[in-house]
Structure formats: structure tokens, C-alpha cells
């Protein structure tokens, strides 16, 4: 049963499909999953700095990953932040509909987001810089430069396999897990 995205039953049954596979998954977490974003999501909600940092920035931050079927990254990507002064309401796969709807929608390629995940960019220079394409008032995201800089050193945080570094053959097991979200989520909409 698909789920409709905006409904309490897609909130309540993706809680516990990221609760459910953090009981039973491991790190490191491939990039995007469940419990990738179940850990990331944590570590947001319980940091003092983030929440010093971010008070007053009111509104969603989406990180638009544009496909990359090289790595097997197949459709866009869009992963909501939830962010209201200071509290991580949610983090959040969300389909396109969603994504494109945030207050900030913050695009680039895998391999640009890999660098802000690791540390390599920054991510508010890489939007001043045009390496990152912005949707949204660029000048309430430098304000909070600080609170966005933290944002991705909690990202680092976590124990993470990028899909570039797996194998072919890891790519293609994983697909099918990948068709089922999507499917069962609505994130193809």
C-alpha cells in the first residue's frame, strides 16, 4: 500500500520504517537511507550548537541531488529539513512535489553534495560561489552561515557509504530496496 506523502499515515508509517531499520541496521549507513537519515536527524535534534546557532531561521531546507545513474542514483533526490528556531522538526525523503515547494531548495550534483558531506565544500560558499544552486533569499541563508556550517558538520557525522564507493553488484541489490521506498512512500510523485 502506497502511502500519500502530506498524510499522518505517511508520517507515522515512515517513523517507523527509519525506527524499525535502526533497531536492526549498522553503520556505516549507505547515503539517503532510513537509517541514514534517522541518525542524521538525531544528531540535529539533540545539538545545543545547532540549536544556539539556528534561533530565529524559520523554514525547510531541501538538498536537491540531481540523478547520477552512474552511481545508481536513477531520479532526483530531495531530503527535507524540517527547521523551526533552533528544533529539527524532521528530516525527511520527500517526493518532488515537496522538494520543489521548500522555502530553501538548495541543488547540485551527487558528487558536489559528496564534498559538503565530507567537509571538502562549504555549503554557503559553495551557493555564493554558484556551485550550489539556490531557491529561496540568499541573504537569511548567510545570516545563518554558522547554523548552516553546523548543519553539515553533524551531516559528517555520520558513518556514511557514499554510492560511489560501493560495487556494481552493491549498487544493483540495492535497487530493489530503493524502488520499494519510493514506491511505498509516493516519492516518485
Known amino acids: 500500500m ?3 506523502y502530506g498524510t499522518r499515515e505517511w508520517e507515522e508509517a515512515f517513523d ?3 525506527r524499525d531499520l535502526m533497531d536492526v541496521e549498522r553503520p556505516p549507513y549507505i547515503m539517503g537511507t532510513p537509517g541514514w537519515i534517522g541518525t542524521y536527524q538525531k544528531l540535529v535534534r539533540e545539538d545545543e550548537t545547532y540549536r544556539q546557532l539556528a534561533k530565529g531561521w524559520e523554514g525547510s531546507v ?3 541531488i540531481l540523478p547520477e545513474p552512474a552511481v545508481g542514483l536513477e531520479d532526483d533526490m530531495y531530503l527535507m529539513l524540517d527547521l523551526w528556531n533552533g528544533e529539527c522538526r524532521s528530516v525527511r525523503l520527500v517526493p518532488k512535489s515537496a522538494g520543489e515547494g521548500g522555502d530553501y531548495v538548495l541543488t547540485a550534483d551527487y558528487h558536489r553534495w559528496k564534498q559538503v558531506m565530507t567537509g571538502e565544500l562549504d555549503a554557503t560558499k559553495g551557493m555564493i560561489q554558484g556551485k550550489i544552486k539556490l531557491k529561496g533569499n540568499l541573504p537569511t541563508i ?3 552561515a554558522k547554523a548552516a556550517t553546523r548543519l553539515t558538520e ?3 557525522m555520520v558513518d ?3 554510492l560511489d564507493e ?3 553488484e552493491e549498487v544493483e541489490a ?3 530496496w530503493v524502488d520499494f521506498v519510493r514506491e511505498e512512500f509516493s516519492l516518485s510523485a
Open 2 to 4: 502506497a502511502y500519500a
Open 16 to 18: 517507523k520504517l527509519v
Open 62 to 64: 531541501v538538498i536537491h
Open 142 to 144: 548567510v545570516r545563518y
Open 154 to 156: 553533524l551531516v559528517g
Open 160 to 162: 556514511t557509504v557514499f
Open 166 to 168: 560501493m560495487s556494481p
Open 174 to 176: 540495492f535497487k530493489p
